[in-house]
């Protein structure tokens, strides 16, 4: 990230490993920083959405999945969390 500071996969690393040690706060600065630069990152949004479902946010968390699913209607990730956040 210092060479190339705005490679999209070098922040979605550091976004996920941010989550996995529940660093939820800058997780999702990190998702929104690529979400920004790509709207349409489905990486990135099933990410964020996954980082916010964690915190408990649970609308926020839905409307991500489902913006995910109106891009990509095939789309396992989201619609298993969605299941789960319907249930």
Request: no cysteine; glycine share 4%.
């Amino acid at each position: 990230l210092f060479i190339q500071p705005n490679n999209m996969n070098a922040l979605l690393g550091q976004a996920r490993v941010l989550r996995a040690l529940y660093l939820i706060k800058p997780s999702v600065a990190v998702y929104n920083r690529v979400i920004e630069k790509a709207p349409n990152n489905i990486e990135a949004l099933n990410g964020l959405g996954e980082t916010i479902l964690a915190n408990y946010e649970l609308d926020k968390a839905r409307t991500i999945f489902n913006k995910v699913l109106s891009l990509d209607p095939q789309n396992r990730q989201a619609a298993h969390d969605l299941d789960i956040l319907n249930k």
